[in-house]
Structure formats: C-alpha cells, structure tokens
C-alpha cells in the first residue's frame, strides 16, 4: 500500500469515529450501526421495494390454495351440520313413535270380522291415502330434468325431447271414462301369453301372465264396476312354436277386429311381465302383501339413428304418454315404491290402437305369482282413479 492510500484510509477512520462521536443516539436507538451508511441503506430500501412487487403466479396460488382451505372447512361444517340434522329428526321421529305407541289403544282379545261384501283389494283401495316421496307440484314437474329423471327411462334407440314429455301437456289431457257397466269399456289381451314366474306350475294358465290378467279383470268389474274383456289368444305361439318375436304383427289384426266388432271399449291393456337378471326381484310391499314392481312401456316411433319411423305410424302417440304419465302420478301419490318408469323405446308396440292404449310390465320371471298378483290391486286403484279424473283434479287443487 502506498503512502497516499495509507493517509487516504486514516483520514476516512477520524471522518467515521467524528461522526459517530458527535450523533450516537441516531446511529444506536435503531438497532443497527451500519444503518447510517449510505450503501446499507440503499441495499435496505431495494430489498423492501422487491418484497412488496406484485406477483400474479404467486398470488394465484395462494388464492388457489385459500379457497381449497374454505371449500374444505365449509364442506366439514356442512357435514356437521348435516349429521347434526339427521340426528336431531332422528330423535324427533323416535319421540312421535314413543308418543303414537302410548296413545294406541289396547289390542282387542276378539279379531274383527270382515264381513262378506268386503274385499282385501277394496279395503285396501279405499284406505289409500298420498304419500308422495317426491315433488309432484305442477312447477316442479315443469322442469324438463326433474320430469325425465322421476318418471321416465329412454331406451338408447330412441329420443325424448322437452316437446314430448310436457307434463303440463299430459295433465291436460282428460282420460276420465263415464261408466257405462252395460257395454265392454276395457280390454285386456297379452301379446306374449306365454309369460309364467318363478313358482309357475306347468300347463297351469292361472300361473301364467294370463290368469294374472284374469284376477286384473275380476277387480275391475266386481269392485270398480266396469265391464273387462279379457282376450286370451296365444298370439305368441304359432305352429306350436314359441315366437315372441312376432307377436304384436299376429296379435295387431285380431285386436283390431275385437274392437271393430265392440266398439264401446276405450282402454286398451297389453299385460305383460319383465325380464330381469336372476338374481333381481322387483319387489315392495303395499298393504302388508308382498307386491310385484310395475313398469309402463311406450313406443316412440322414432329411432335415435333413422328419425321418424314412417312405416309404424301412430297419432295417439301423446294420449298414449299421458295415459302412462297420468297412472304413474297416481301411483307416485299412493303408491310411492310401487311404480318403476315409464320406458320409451323406438317402436310402436300396437299402441297405436287406442288413445287410451297402455303395455303393462307387471313384475318380472323372479317374481311369484303371486306376487304379480298382489300388484292388480295397487294398479287397478290407479287405473280407476285416472279413469275417475283425480288425475287432473289433484294439479288443480295443488
């Protein structure tokens, strides 16, 4: 070091140890000596500027992960306040049981008698109260969404649109029938005859589809008064060989003459049973009998592919809709666990015949006879209080 730097560097100390002599309050009250000196306090003043730069990708992450941190903690306190809910009506539901119980009036030792012009299917009819377990107001059925997911099940060969299924449009459509228990009114075949259950005895015909059509008939007429003819032709059988295949072709013109020849019928009822896998039952429980599950099936005549089939024409394709949707409202009142859907698929299925024309699934080969039996009761209620008008009464009253 020469010796100019070396005088150069003891001036700069006695500059330093003047300063710090005659202000050491200012350089010590902060904390920090090296505070005073210009290069610190440019290096202090650059690092604070950087820290508070904006930063989009970091700020976007920690919005991310803040509203991660809030859908979480709303989710649990959403769950809390769930369980909290289901055990407070829990405990609700128990305390009316208990209430109910002490106020039920002790079991007589003697069983009443039911008397002779009583029946199960009558009594059970007319005890029929609603008991709806989903939405049935006219607004609610007005959403598209709420209609297909509740009432209808589209086959993947056909298309429903919002101009088909109208619930408003199904409601207006009066299917009510005057009485008349003088002339034939309903009819009720079985394109495929053949149908039998689980329990179906052999070469029995009350163990097939058509004797439960028989006991169909037999409400009908002696406890809702109308007058059934019920065809029991095997339009499935032909040469002596089972052909459900063609069917409706050989059942279409025979109908077609039963009802040229009776022209008092207005409803039509092709009854049949579903086939399910084995290991599937359709059933629930109505009135304390073991009940087969019921299915209405409908014909668009229009395929997802090809459009408007020209060749199966029908122009009761609404009335036959709503006459499904009607009896299914019914049943979704009074019948909750009863009613399946109503399943559209892409063909006409001699629907076309009627206005009034239904395909009844009643159950399906897993299930017993009787069973499916059980099941006309529930629907013969339905069918008779559509026929009644209730139907449209109860949206106007809703």
């Known amino acids: 070091m020469t010796k100019i730097r ?82 407070e009506k829990e405990e609700t539901v128990k305390e009316e049981e208990k209430v109910k119980e ?89 394109s495929h005859s053949q149908e039998t259950f689980a329990d179906s005895r052999e070469g029995h015909v009350e163990d097939t589809i058509v004797g439960v059509g028989d006991y169909l008939a037999e409400i009908l007429t002696e406890i809702y008064g109308y007058q059934v003819l019920h065809v029991t032709e095997a339009f499935d059988m032909m040469g002596g060989q089972l052909d459900r295949s063609a069917a409706y072709d050989y059942a279409r013109p025979y109908i077609e003459e039963v009802l040229k020849e009776n022209p008092t019928i207005e409803i039509v009822i092709d009854l049949h049973r579903d086939g399910v896998p084995e290991d599937r039952k359709l059933v629930t429980e109505i009135n304390g009998k073991p009940t087969a599950q019921i299915m209405f099936y409908n014909g668009l005549s229009y395929t997802a592919d090809g459009g408007q089939v020209d060749y199966l024409p029908n122009p009761y394709i609404q009335d036959n809709l709503a006459f499904s949707f009607q009896l299914e409202y019914q049943a979704a009142q009074y019948y909750p666990e009863f009613y399946r859907g109503i399943y559209l698929a892409a063909l006409r299925y001699n629907l076309h015949l009627k206005p009034r024309a239904l395909l009844l699934e009643a159950g399906a080969q897993t299930n017993t006879v009787q069973e499916v039996k059980n099941a006309m009761e529930p629907f013969a209620d339905i069918l008779n209080r559509v026929l009644s008008g209730e139907a449209r009464t109860d949206t106007v009253t809703k």
């Open 6 to 87: 070396k005088v150069f560097c003891v001036l700069l100390s006695l500059c330093f140890f003047a300063v710090l002599a005659a202000s050491p309050g200012r350089l010590f009250s902060g904390g920090n000596i090296y505070g005073q000196l210009p290069l610190y306090r440019f290096l202090e003043k650059t690092a604070g500027t950087i820290s508070r730069r904006d930063d989009p990708e970091t700020y976007q992450l920690l919005a991310e992960n803040n509203a991660r941190y809030l859908e979480a903690m709303t989710e649990k306190e959403n769950r809390q306040d769930a369980e909290e809910n289901a055990q």
């Open 102 to 190: 002490e106020k039920k009036p002790a079991a007589s030792a003697t069983p009443p008698v039911e008397t002779e012009d009583t029946s199960a299917a009558q009594t059970a009819s007319a005890a029929a109260l609603p008991h709806p377990e989903i939405d049935l107001a006219p607004e609610t059925l007005a959403d598209y969404n709420y209609l297909l997911n509740h009432f209808f099940i589209v086959d993947p060969g056909t298309v429903a649109s919002e101009q088909i299924l109208n619930a408003a449009a199904f409601f207006e459509k009066d299917l009510s029938l005057e009485k008349n228990p003088g002339t034939p009114q309903i009819l009720i075949y079985h």
